[in-house]
């Protein structure tokens, strides 16, 4: 069975540009969730994605988002990206929406801001 | 809001027990617990999942005592490629949050 994958592997781009970042769950799983691992600040839960609509969003400004496609991958954006942006993002999937879900990881996208 | 607090680092040898502990005074009625495997480079990796008491799997078991304020994943008889980070996770989705643990990292020495 495929595994979560997630594309780019890696992302260069310069502050103030927009970033997309993909990922495709494994397949049957309809929850995705996006989380941020900046060096130093541990995992930190961005969004959570379920049957194609926004379910939670963790403490990041509006210029963060995403959305789900009716395949159940998703895309996440982030806008005018700023220097502190620069982190792994890694998209997880589970089969059902729920805490005792076991979610289950990508290999992230490293995205660079210079 | 649970907030989780775990070991930076900890330190052991091949054939030992290792037990990473996880503090979470604020978890929430509804909140599972689950600890994760990371390697540089690399997605986090599901080790084990529980609510309650004790769950055992074929790498490792999770002690939760009656209050749930605290977790203990524990690895039997590590090896070397057991080296790693190891994140508890607390939450649920419909909770709003999903708080990792700052993460532990174990190194195992021969």
């Known amino acids: 069975e495929a595994g979560v994958t997630q594309s780019p592997t890696h992302l260069i781009k310069t502050r103030g540009q927009q970033a997309t970042l993909r990922c495709s769950p494994i397949s049957g799983h309809t929850s995705v969730y996006w989380y941020q691992q900046a060096l130093g600040l541990g995992l930190q839960f961005l969004l959570w994605y379920d049957e194609g609509e926004e379910r939670n969003r963790g403490n990041f400004p509006p210029r963060f988002s995403g959305r789900q496609f009716p395949n159940y991958s998703s895309e996440l954006n982030v806008n005018a990206l700023e220097l502190e942006d620069s982190a792994l993002y890694l998209c997880?999937?589970?089969?059902?929406?729920?805490?005792?879900?076991?979610?289950?990881f990508g290999p992230g996208t490293r995205l660079t801001v210079l | 809001l649970a907030k989780t607090t775990q070991p930076i680092s900890m330190d052991s040898y091949e054939g030992q027990e290792v037990n990473i502990t996880c503090s979470h005074n604020?978890?929430?009625?509804?909140?599972?617990i689950t600890w994760y495997q990371q390697f540089p480079s690399q997605g986090p990796r599901f080790i084990i999942q529980g609510y309650k008491t004790k769950v055992t799997n074929e790498v490792a078991s999770l002690f939760i005592p009656a209050d749930r304020k605290s977790s203990t994943l524990s690895l039997p008889r590590v090896s070397l490629s057991d080296t790693a980070v190891y994140y508890c996770l607390v939450g649920t989705p419909e909770g709003g949050k999903l708080i990792f643990g700052q993460g532990t990292e174990l190194s195992v020495k021969p």
């Open positions: 604020n978890i929430a009625t509804n909140d599972y």
């Open positions: 997880a999937s589970s089969f059902l929406a729920g805490g005792s879900d076991t979610q289950y």
